[in-house]
T-cell receptor
């Protein structure tokens, strides 16, 4: 069965520090991969997606993610954290055979001043 | 273009009551999805529609749950005889199907959710 694993349910960084949120997927076929962000009491907002066009994907708010097939990973990074980045981040996979997104359990990012 | 909207945003109900939620997708999107999210977890897929056809249902969707999209536009999700375990955030999302999506295949756009509390 397809699955997504996000390592670390909570990540805390200082403002201005590097953000690294980890995501690994299980797949026998190339998936489409997504990162979403969720602010408290809100829905999910699409940050970026990988669809095989390029392994390094740039998204909104300065985030980017790199697809590594050999490691089945799609980690999210941002060079310099901002207080407004504090939120819950979800990695998800989409398979064209079905319609649904399969989400990881999420990583809560805290940013310390 | 307006985003996905959901109504109500919050619902408190007593155990055993029926509740109904509404989702209005982005107007040109022909796919509509329902997910459930409990505290500290990622969203879990419940069901999805392409136009008015319900194409897939999760085993999470018990007999007490029913979803409809009668005219291929808005959708409703009904929970009958609510249980405390039904307390969760119910998220709706919409997208374009494969034939229409072009470079946006797989992109789902989420509404703000309906938070259900069963007391």
């Amino acid at each position: 069965a397809q699955s997504v694993t996000q390592l670390g349910s909570h990540v805390s960084v200082s403002e201005g520090a590097l953000v690294l949120l980890r995501c690994n997927y299980s797949s026998s076929v190339p998936p489409y991969l997504f990162w979403y962000v969720q602010y408290p009491n809100q829905g999910l907002q699409l940050l970026l997606k990988y669809t095989s066009a390029a392994t390094l994907v740039k998204g909104i708010n300065g985030f980017e993610a790199e697809f590594k097939k050999s490691e089945t990973s799609f980690h999210l990074t941002k060079p310099s954290a901002h207080m407004s980045d504090a939120a819950e981040y979800f990695c998800a996979v989409y398979y064209n055979q079905g319609g649904k997104l399969i989400f990881g359990q999420g990583t809560e990012l805290s940013v310390k001043p | 273009d307006t985003g996905v909207s959901q109504d109500p945003r919050h619902k408190i109900t007593k155990r055993g009551q029926n509740v109904t939620f509404r989702c209005d997708p982005i107007s040109e999107h022909n796919r509509l999805y329902w997910y459930r999210q409990t505290l500290g977890q990622g969203p879990e897929f419940l069901t999805y529609f392409q136009n008015e056809a319900q194409l897939e249902k999760s085993r999470l969707l018990s007999d007490r749950f029913s979803a409809e999209r009668p005219k291929g536009s808005f959708s409703t999700l009904e929970i009958q005889r609510t249980e405390q375990g039904d307390s969760a955030m119910y998220l709706c999302a919409s997208s374009l199907s494969q034939g229409r999506a072009s470079g946006r295949l797989g992109e789902q756009y989420f509404g703000p959710g309906t938070r259900l509390t069963v007391t």
